[in-house]
């Protein structure tokens, strides 16, 4: 039997139709697909990584009461917050995101610990979620050290309060009033008994913004609590929960430090004449490099800090007579103990190992304390 055009015709249309229908809802359903999936995490000290940069941890060490955060592509939630501590003593945790190093935890990438003096600048920005219900305060810590500690507490915290709720105070006692970032601010000094501790408190609650964290730090090295030749080991942002917290979230998080500070009477990059020998064992997959830094110039350095960039595909997996901050993209070495000290015209070696994939290639430049050093 021959079918009539208008039969043809209404065919066509229902299946055009049915084919748009399906395009949209998998357009729909590819467009809703995060780019990462939410990680959520539970225990005590628990932490991944978000962008390839940033390290989201849960970080809940005052109380055994259960704390859960979900990291996103972006930042954080705080997704249970049980239990609940004095108001007149410390917070229950710190779930936080950071960059640079926590306890021997370091971001990918980072270039922390940085010696103050070689920081040219260091924007950040922040978004924070508030809640309802419950007693916190959004805090931004800055750490500081006189050396460039991967591990254990800094000598100096500073904390940036951009919110708090409830009758809680920032330790110490309130000394001054001071403009920092364009902004008014309570200062607050004092010590938790392990690190002396600068707060600058916001008058109200401040949701988002962008600033120059150096603006704080300079504000630390004004009052005594700092130095210009110390380091900055790692900026984080969060929040101290004493009473729930469920909720609480940090939407959005940036940070860069930019090296190349330093100037006429400046007291930092001490080694102003540095050379490098990268020598490498390779095989298929797989490399060592032992790398001896020597110091050309006429000035000591101690806590001797090398940066320098792996190639793309390369991967560090352990180390020997330094430790590594970063295992992938850019990589900072210090010292161990027992050759910290690097004299004039002296040099020290360490090495590591780790895998590749493609062709292998060595790393191009290399810095001590921010100065460039020659390539042997």
């Not at 010696?115 to 924070?128: F, G, N």
């Not at 050290?145 to 009758?167: A, H, K, L, Q």
């Not at 000094?189 to 392990?194: A, D, K, L, R, V």
């Not at 490498?280 to 006429?298: D, M, P, R």
Request: charge should be neutral; aromatic fraction near 10%.
């Amino acid at each position: 039997m021959r079918s009539s055009p208008l039969r043809l015709r209404t065919a066509r249309a229902l299946f055009g139709a049915l084919l748009t229908a399906l395009t949209t809802l998998a357009a729909l359903l590819v467009g809703s697909a995060p780019a990462q999936a939410d990680t959520l995490i539970c225990e005590q000290y628990g932490s991944t990584v978000i962008q390839g940069r940033y390290v989201v941890q849960n970080n809940r060490w005052g109380t055994s009461a259960t704390q859960c955060v979900t990291a996103t592509d972006t930042g954080f939630r705080l997704t249970q917050a049980d239990g609940s501590v004095p108001t007149n003593g410390a917070p229950k945790s710190y779930p936080s995101i950071f960059n640079g190093c926590h306890y021997t935890n370091c971001s990918p990438g980072t270039n922390l610990p940085a010696q103050v003096s070689s920081i040219s600048s260091a924007p950040s920005s922040i978004s924070y979620g508030y809640v309802s219900g419950a007693v916190y305060n959004a805090s931004y810590d800055i750490w500081l050290d006189p050396t460039p500690r991967t591990d254990g507490v800094n000598r100096t915290e500073i904390m940036i309060w951009f919110n708090r709720v409830g009758s809680i105070q920032p330790i110490g006692s309130r000394v001054a009033t001071a403009t920092v970032g364009g902004r008014s601010w309570e200062v607050w000094t004092g010590s938790n008994g392990s690190n002396d501790v600068i707060s600058f408190v916001a008058p109200s609650a401040i949701s988002s913004w962008s600033f120059d964290v150096m603006d704080f730090v300079d504000q630390a090295v004004a009052r005594g609590l700092a130095q210009n030749n110390w380091y900055l080991t790692s900026v984080q942002a969060g929040f101290e929960p004493w009473q729930n917290g469920a909720g609480l979230a940090v939407n959005s998080f940036s940070s860069t430090v930019n090296l190349g500070g330093g100037g006429p009477g400046d007291p930092g990059d001490p080694a102003a004449s540095c050379q490098v020998a990268y020598d490498t064992n390779v095989w298929q997959g797989g490399f060592t490099a032992n790398v001896t830094v020597k110091n050309t110039g006429a000035t000591a350095v101690d806590n001797w800090k090398l940066g320098f960039t792996l190639p793309s595909g390369q991967r560090v997996t352990s180390a020997w007579n330094a430790t590594l901050s970063g295992s992938t993209g850019a990589v900072t070495a210090t010292p161990v103990a027992h050759n910290a000290r690097l004299a004039a015209g002296a040099s020290q070696t360490f090495g590591f190992q780790g895998t590749y994939s493609g062709t292998f290639a060595e790393p191009s430049a290399f810095t001590l304390n921010g100065a460039t050093c020659s390539v042997a």
